[in-house]
């Protein structure tokens, strides 16, 4: 071990004795999915298959794109699936990255300009974090979670500042409580408080939402018919559509901008051919309406987990939206519930803090298309069996909150 390992080590083994440490794992074989985020079942789906080994069938190059967008890694292939895209989503433009987190990242990085001001949800995902540390805003100023009077609160201070952007970041559907965001309330308060829509902007992040909301899957925005009060949206591919990348939806000039000064699609090289063409397949099943059957057994089985489960008050997220999560209090507690689980053949993940904030830490339920109804029977009984057992690794304390007690 070098030096470094050692100071390395130590730093882990913090980590380890705190219960925070992170671990990669491989799902076992014959288990039943209601962890990832393949909302539409569409990873494993027969008809995507078929359509992408034809489209690669089809196409002259289907490897590497050999550079970045600026340098030989654009195409008319992926200039053609970006008119397409923001075509369905109903943009002025499209522009595809590497991953969400890129997206996001060059976005908020670029966007906001010299002494301009980020508001932004409490929740908002890490990549929005990334990107506003290194932007030029002046103040980055978070909100209470979809709480439109904390928003109200912060806006009448920075109002005022005329001649600054400011610019307000939410998730339509939350990753991690998979709520949606009162997105109406907010592009109602902007109005009131930018009656002439000047400098008052917001952006969208749709990662959860996409394929899962609105006609076809175009999203929440397009559900609320909100598209013109957006200023910029975040879809990720790499969720309901069973790929990898993101695009980012706006004006041409964003777009332009983007292309000038987004360092992470300047940087680096650009995905494979192959990539495009599987979201160029998942966007052609989507556009054809053959998920919308998939959409409405997700509101079925939500509904069927919301109404059959039977847990200790406040312990379930409020969530009408294929998350759902089971908040304990502890990284062993949730531990423990999503390890009785997993040894059921359910795959569920803890959620521990710091990814979530302590107390909050919650094992997170994702409800996909592929699930059957029996499966969520079966998983409901197993959550409220354990909650019965009495002898149970959790019990609950005098605050009706849970601790773990001996794992
Ligand atoms: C809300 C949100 N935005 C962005 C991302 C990043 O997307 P990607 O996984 O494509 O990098 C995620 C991924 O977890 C997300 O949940």
Redesign the pocket.
Known sequence: MTPLDMQLEATLAKRRKIAKIRRLVVNPEGTIDFSSNDFLGLAYSQLLRDEFLQELHSMKYILGSTGSRLLDGNSKYVEDLEHKIAQFHKAEAALIFN???DA?SGLFSTLPQKGDIIIYDELV?A?VHEGMRMSRASHRLPFKHSDIDDLKRILEKVVPMRDKNVFIAV?TVY?MDGDVAPLQDIVDLLKYYWPHRDNGYLVV?E??GTGVYGKHGRGVVNQLGLEKDVFAR?H?F?KALAS???VILGSKTLREYLINYARPLIYSTFMPYSSLALIKCAYSILGSGQTEPIQDHLKIIIQRFRDTIRLPVGTLLASSSPIQGVVLNGNEAVRALAGYLNRKGFIVKPICSPTVPKGQERVRICLHGHNTLEQVDSLVASINMFFDESDNPIVMSSENTIVASRL
Request: proline residues 0%.
């Open positions: 991953s969400g987190f996001n995902h990549s998730e990753s992040d990662a959860h975040l990720t790499s990898n990348g993101a």
